[in-house]
């Protein structure tokens, strides 16, 4: 069964700096491209990073260029997002995602 679990995520002020971890099972990350995803309230689903299956970063939203990292670890069967200079409008539910398939997220709030 593939299972998506994300963690990492908190309160930050405008400016800092979170690492959101996506553990995978059921599957390998090495072998599927992998994403990160994120809702605002009120908004609909986004789409943040891609990671190809050869281990490339392939895709950024154009909001989050220059300040987010996508990267996986195949050892830990894991795919990470860190988030450097966080805004107010970074604020959403992150989901990792393999495919059509993703997990239950991890919430995200920049505020001062």
């Known amino acids: 069964e593939v299972q998506l679990v994300e963690s990492g995520g908190g309160l930050v002020q405008p400016g800092g700096s979170l690492r959101l971890s996506c553990a995978a099972s059921g599957f390998s990350v090495s072998n599927y491209a992998m994403a990160w995803l994120r809702q605002a309230p009120g908004k609909g689903l986004e789409s943040v990073s891609i990671?190809?299956?050869?281990?490339?970063?392939?895709f950024y939203a154009d909001s989050v260029k220059g300040r987010f990292t996508i990267s996986r670890d195949n050892a830990k069967n894991s795919v990470y997002l860190q988030m450097n200079s966080l805004k107010t409008e970074d604020t959403a539910m992150y989901y990792c995602?393999?495919?059509?398939?993703r997990g239950r997220g991890t919430q995200v709030t920049v505020s001062s």
């Open positions: 990671i190809s299956s050869g281990g490339v970063p392939t």
């Open positions: 995602a393999k495919g059509q398939t």
